[in-house]
């Protein structure tokens, strides 16, 4: 009798394992037109908060992060040094040598002895990491800034979160010309600086299959950007 109910334990986690992989949150919805959700709902119960600035090495520029206050369950204490009281967490980045963290909905610049601020896009977007590339600045003198980010809602949920596609951005020091680099529909691997050659390469995923995932039975594109030149350029390669 105990194999018997083991057995059927067994064949009920399956069958659940089984059930879950099938309603996995798709990357992207189609439809007639194949185009993203353009309106996403702001939520108004959150307020918008920035941490304090931070300032690159080497630049004139000082970086604001700004995103969604982080409403924490009542009486849950969490500490990040001075910045958080009982029920709520005033940090939103993590900041590393040069590079900053989170779930931004913004960043906004501020040249250094100017009052003057300037948001890094008036669009919605999530913005995951920000990296100032300082060997290419050392090098050409182009001071160059990296961003991850969600810019589209592209499983058309009405919001912009983890779900949708990860794309890649350029932008200047001072948060001017940001440039999206990675094709639309395109999920971001991962990208990597060559500074001996100033080339910045990077990798997308294409769900060619349609089946609104990004697996290994999709399509992998291969790219890099000359960064010593002013005009960014996508170059598409073959290594494979």
Not at 37 to 46: F, L, M
Not at 141 to 169: A, E, F, R
């Amino acid at each position: 009798m105990k194999k018997i109910h083991f057995t059927c334990l067994g064949i009920a986690l399956l069958f659940l394992a089984s059930c879950k992989e099938d309603t996995a949150t798709p990357k992207v919805t189609y439809d007639a037109t194949n185009k993203a959700k353009s309106i996403v709902k702001a939520d108004s119960t959150q307020i918008q908060i920035a941490d304090l600035p931070w300032q690159m090495e080497g630049t004139d520029y000082l970086i604001h992060p700004v995103a969604d206050l982080s409403i924490r369950d009542r009486g849950v204490k969490s500490r990040y040094g001075s910045s958080s009281v009982n029920d709520l967490s005033f940090t939103i980045s993590n900041y590393g040598e040069y590079e900053i963290t989170g779930f931004l909905q913004n960043i906004k610049f501020q040249k250094v002895n100017s009052d003057s601020i300037r948001k890094l896009t008036e669009k919605p977007v999530l913005i995951q990491t920000a990296t100032y590339l300082k060997t290419v600045a050392d090098k050409t003198k182009n001071q160059i800034m990296v961003y991850t980010m969600v810019d589209m809602d592209t499983n058309k949920d009405g919001k912009l979160d983890t779900s949708d596609i990860k794309s890649l951005h350029l932008s200047t020091i001072s948060g001017e010309r940001l440039t999206k680099i990675s094709p639309d529909f395109q999920e971001l691997i991962d990208w990597k600086l060559l500074a001996s050659r100033n080339r910045l390469y990077f990798r997308t995923v294409e769900d060619t299959n349609k089946n609104g995932q990004v697996d290994k039975n999709d399509l992998v594109h291969y790219y890099y950007i000359d960064l010593s030149n002013n005009e960014w350029k996508i170059n598409a390669y073959e290594p494979v």
